[in-house]
């Protein structure tokens, strides 16, 4: 695509689905910025609905990827790819072929292998792929990045952090919904969930190459024999429901969350009812099985240790099934550290202090109201980027190229080897 561009680019949709539905978003909110103008999408219902969100003709909407690349010319600049896990480098394929440059959701694929092929296709026919790897745009993280960034607390020694998935979420995606089973995603939870947190620590040290990787972990808890008794196979025909902190009818009726997930069509507009939700739950929706009863074989709970070629070491702790959501990092660098918790939109720098009554002193960076959903807004900032290098314009300190992105994807990958067969995996160091 020309750079310097003055009109607004335009994007074809690849999956009608929730992330991409979030991304085409910011063509609604910035018209003069991006505009939808193709989707591709197997599911009608979900085709017909968006094409009539974004008020799209019968030859701007296709059923595959394929039947998109076979016609002669382009349609957008860019496609946003928002399929699953398994489909993101077979459908990147063609649309790079093809002439388009790409957003593309994380994980960008299920093997190193296929990572490395559509690095070298990128490569090859020259075109942009951005990952979506969306912490990097929270505020949070892109504080905390500029201060390391700047020196504040001097050259980085530890690097920790924690991903705590809450039970409903847990419930929700990891024992009962999409990434459950490994073979049916494609993904592990760790790649499916924490690629970002991943790619956190690989931004926070800056070029520094990930060298060596350590893992344990494993599916502890959410397996048949530690059902309790009395439990159903369903929630709805459970004698204990009433009892349990896993029950489909609180989580999703009573409390109302994760509602997008169990029924696609109600982020194009269409609201079940709880009643209708209900008999979904009590029949045939995954989402209505019990948690320790279910096809997962994911992990529940699992911790990373990376080593750096200058030393540092780093830890990501991935626990699933907590009462309160969050994710925290505390970094210690020579001349100091820094400490928070991203839902709370702050974090304290913190610097030595040996005066007698004082021991440390410590300066708390408040990041303001910042919402928490959508990443702390971090999504649409995001596709603010790709559009910035679609026109050919500088991207922000957060922009995150394949070429980077595929290594928090080598410390995936090489977590869950280490964790299988209780090794420590070596990581070639980058020149
Ligand atoms: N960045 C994040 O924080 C984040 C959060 C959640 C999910 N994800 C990732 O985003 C991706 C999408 O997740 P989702 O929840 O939006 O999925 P989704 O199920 O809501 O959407 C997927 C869509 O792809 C469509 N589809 C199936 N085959 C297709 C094909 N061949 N070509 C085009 N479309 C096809 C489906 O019909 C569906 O509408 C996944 O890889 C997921 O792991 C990222």
């Known amino acids: 695509m020309s750079n310097n561009l003055a009109r607004p680019v335009t994007v074809v949709l690849v999956a009608a689905g929730h992330r991409s539905l979030i991304y085409a978003e910011y063509a609604k909110r910035h018209p003069d910025e991006m505009r939808v103008t193709g989707i591709v999408e197997p599911d009608p219902e979900l ?3 968006a094409a009539d969100q974004f008020s799209l003709p019968e030859h701007s909407v296709y059923e595959s990827v394929e039947e998109l690349t076979q016609r002669s010319g382009l349609i957008a600049d860019a496609a946003i790819n928002g399929t699953m896990d ?22 960008i694929g299920i093997s190193i292998e296929e990572i490395h092929d559509l690095q070298a296709a990128a490569h090859k026919y020259s075109r942009k792929v951005m990952i979506c790897h969306v912490l990097r745009y929270a505020p949070f993280y892109m504080e905390i990045h500029k201060r390391v960034m700047a020196g504040t607390i001097g050259e980085l020694l530890s690097i920790q ?18 990434w459950n089973n490994k073979e049916v995603c494609g993904s592990s939870m760790l790649l499916a ?6 790619d956190l620590l690989v931004w926070l040290k800056n070029g520094v190459s990930p060298i060596a990787v350590s893992s344990f972990g494993g599916l502890q808890y959410f397996r048949e024999e530690f059902a309790p008794a009395g439990s159903g196979e369903r929630c709805y025909d459970c004698d204990i ?23 696609p069509s109600y982020r194009l507009g269409y609201v079940p009812t709880d009643e209708e939700l209900a008999e979904l739950l009590r029949t045939s929706s995954p989402y209505g099985r019990c948690v320790w009863k279910s096809d997962n074989n994911v992990v529940d709970h699992q911790t990373v240790i990376v080593e750096f070629a200058d030393g540092t070491t780093a830890s990501h702790n991935m626990t699933g099934g907590v009462s309160k959501p969050c994710r925290r990092i505390h970094l210690l660098g020579t001349k100091g550290e820094i400490e928070g918790e991203l839902e709370d939109n702050s974090f304290v720098i913190r610097h030595p202090d040996p005066r007698r009554g004082h021991e440390f002193r ?3 960076v408040e990041l303001g109201n910042v919402n928490t959903d959508s990443h702390g807004g971090g999504d649409l900032r995001l596709v603010g980027d790709f559009v910035r290098i679609l026109k050919g314009e500088q991207p922000s300190a957060s922009y995150t190229s394949l070429d980077t992105s595929v290594l928090s994807h080598e410390i995936g990958f090489a977590a869950d080897r280490s964790m299988e067969r209780r090794e420590t995996v070596l990581l070639q160091e980058r020149p």
Do not use: Q
């Open 362 to 364: 410590e300066e708390r």
């Open 86 to 107: 398994k489909l993101h480098v077979p459908t990147t394929l063609p649309l790079l072929a093809a002439g388009y440059d790409v957003l593309l959701e994380k994980p």
């Open 161 to 178: 952090t924690i991903e705590n998935v809450s039970y409903h979420h847990m419930a929700m995606g990891f024992l009962r919904g999409k």
């Open 47 to 49: 085709r017909r609905r």
């Open 193 to 198: 969930k924490c690629c970002h947190d991943l």
């Open 241 to 263: 429901e009433s009892a349990c902190d896993y029950s489909a009818k609180k989580h999703h009726v009573e409390m109302g969350a994760w509602k997008t997930y169990l029924d």
